[in-house]
């Protein structure tokens, strides 16, 4: 099994995501001077379209929900950053195996704060996007979502089988 901490891809999505769910965690938290027109907005100028598509992102937002994904997003990309800190800053064979370990973790966050989120949709009949049309629905919702889930259930796949072949391959020599 080829280390996973060897593959660009890889660092460049979990970059990628630590970049995205941290821009999306601080639009959430700095409500309402993230909203259109107020003090931050220009940070986050793409919000003022995605707020009219899904609803629990808007104005009228009446659950903690978003606000608590945002804090689970900004824990998933401290999990992030130290697993590229391990892997490019450090980057020796046991930071990398310590990286491994650190990735399950944050892909698993990932996989199942996006399940979680999906699920909260699923359960409220879809309330917060159902206005939309299907086109619109599946472009900025059902893809995104379904990266964020079978991406992440991938690379947890990918480094807990990388682990385990450590482990036997540790348990081997000790028997020889």
């Not at 919000?47 to 899904?54: A, C, E, G, P, S």
């Not at 689970?72 to 800053?89: A, K, R, T, W």
């Not at 409220?124 to 379904?146: A, C, G, M, Y």
Request: proline share 4%; hydrophobic share 45%.
């Amino acid at each position: 099994m080829t280390d996973p901490t060897q593959k660009a891809w890889i660092s460049c999505w979990i970059a990628l995501s630590a970049a995205v769910c941290t821009w999306d965690a601080l639009f959430c938290l700095c409500r309402p001077y993230s909203l259109p027109g107020n003090s931050l907005s220009k940070f986050w100028e793409p919000y003022k379209y995605y707020i009219l598509f899904d609803l629990s992102y808007g104005i009228e937002h009446t659950t903690g929900f978003i606000n608590a994904q945002a804090v689970g997003n900004l824990i998933e990309v401290l999990f992030d950053v130290v697993y590229l800190y391990l892997v490019h800053g450090v980057a020796t064979k046991d930071s990398r195996r310590t990286a491994s370990l650190i990735a399950i973790v944050a892909t698993l966050m990932t996989g199942y704060k996006t399940v979680i989120f999906i699920l909260q949709e699923y359960y409220s009949d879809f309330s917060s996007i159902r206005h939309n049309p299907f086109s619109e629905i599946f472009l900025k919702w059902v893809f995104p979502q379904t990266l964020f889930v079978l991406l992440p259930l991938r690379l947890t796949y990918m480094f807990g089988d990388h682990l385990l072949s450590l482990a036997s391959d540790s348990s081997d020599k000790k028997r020889s």
